[in-house]
């Protein structure tokens, strides 16, 4: 065994094994995988959650629901329908029927126009006759019957959103996305490209972005900024979805546009963490892609979350504000080959993959 010279310390001598690779990484138990996350701030089942964020924050919404934690629901309506049904008109997915926001500048917006007293209307999309809401076209999955009709129903969903904002003690919001298509006429950030679930691709109309560090900082803290200057004092607890991109159309391979997506907003999240007191990271990324506890933990079709998955995010998470047990670390066993998560998720981006030629 190598000495150490006489006189000299390294600043590593006294780090814990979860600073360590090999220790951490080469067989996790309840030690190592508490050490991945240690709150900023004190969560308990009371404190009232708001959640949001790509396809992934569905797990999120659903598992704390069931579990008894205060998941606020600005719209509840979807209570009186069917699961299944309610699911379909986004209900019950998230704290209000936004849909899926990937991106920061998605939400940034939503919270602009919830708290405005003219918030700016949505581009309208159609479909056999059909009118949809750009900014959610999928919770009405058959449209509505004018483009009035569409604008009033957006104006009934950011009261209740902004309802929720009033509330909320901690917004819990899982990035997505670098990607995205911006309206020409109106520079709103949409969920998904026109064609995909309604209206029509017209290169004058939309223009493809793909948003950069600065600019997903800049969003993040303007969402803050926002809501602290309407007198909400909410604080944000970030995720960064392990779910890889679907397709791209940055013209890079499909692998290298998904790290570069998941590297931008996992450095703004861990600037934001480290410097900020009113955001904090919870690394469900790294619990699902990394063997930090016990994964990768992907389906066999290598995009979707397995339940082992989503099972130790949110052990993780549960063991670390005191409601609930280290999740059991096991080698991950493979599902059949469904191509379906361990529970449906409602999501636009895997309709991309119907458009592969």
């Not at 006189?7 to 951490?24: E, H, K, M, Q, V």
């Not at 964020?53 to 704390?64: E, I, V």
């Not at 901690?170 to 298509?181: A, R």
């Not at 969402?223 to 159309?249: E, F, K, M, N």
Request: aromatic content about 8%; hydrophobic content about 40%; overall charge negative.
């Amino acid at each position: 065994m190598a000495r150490r010279p006489a006189g000299r310390r390294s600043p590593y001598a006294d780090l814990p094994r979860a600073a360590f690779w090999r220790s951490a990484m080469r067989a996790p138990d309840e030690a190592t995988v508490a050490a991945l996350y240690r709150p900023k701030f004190d969560l308990t089942p009371q404190t009232r959650l708001m959640t949001a964020g790509s396809c992934f924050a569905q797990h999120l919404h659903r598992t704390l629901t069931r579990a008894g934690w205060n998941v606020l629901q600005g719209e509840g309506t979807g209570r009186l329908l069917p699961a299944a049904l309610a699911r379909d008109y986004g209900y019950n997915i998230y704290s209000a029927r936004y849909g899926n926001i990937y991106t920061a500048r998605q939400l940034r917006q939503l919270i602009e126009d919830a708290l405005s007293d003219t918030p700016r209307p949505a581009p309208v999309w159609t479909r056999d006759g059909r009118v949809f809401d750009a900014l959610r076209p999928t919770v009405e999955p058959h449209g509505l019957d004018s483009a009035d009709l569409v604008q009033e129903a957006r104006r009934d969903h950011l009261a209740c959103v902004r309802g929720v904002l009033a509330e909320t003690d901690v917004l819990i919001f899982t990035l997505g996305l670098t990607e995205c298509w911006i309206d020409r006429a109106t520079g709103l950030a949409l969920p998904t490209a026109p064609g995909t679930v309604a209206g029509q691709y017209d290169p004058d109309t939309v223009t493809f972005h793909n948003f950069t560090y600065p600019e997903v900082l800049a969003d993040l803290c303007a969402s803050r900024d926002l809501l602290h200057a309407a007198g909400y004092p909410v604080r944000i607890l970030l995720t960064v979805s392990p779910v890889p991109l679907t397709a791209t159309a940055s013209g890079a391979h499909v692998g290298t546009a998904t790290t570069y997506s998941k590297s931008v907003l996992r450095a703004v999240c861990g600037m934001l963490e480290a410097q900020d007191p009113d955001f904090d990271y919870f690394p469900a990324y790294e619990i699902i892609t990394t063997t930090a506890a016990g994964g990768p933990h992907f389906a066999r079709n290598r995009r979707d979350p397995s339940a082992t998955g989503v099972d130790t995010v949110l052990g993780v998470f549960a063991m670390a504000h005191g409601d609930g047990p280290a999740p059991e670390i096991a080698p991950p066993t493979e599902p059949p080959d469904t191509g379906k998560t361990a529970e449906e998720v409602a999501c636009e981006e895997i309709l991309l993959e119907a458009f592969r030629k």
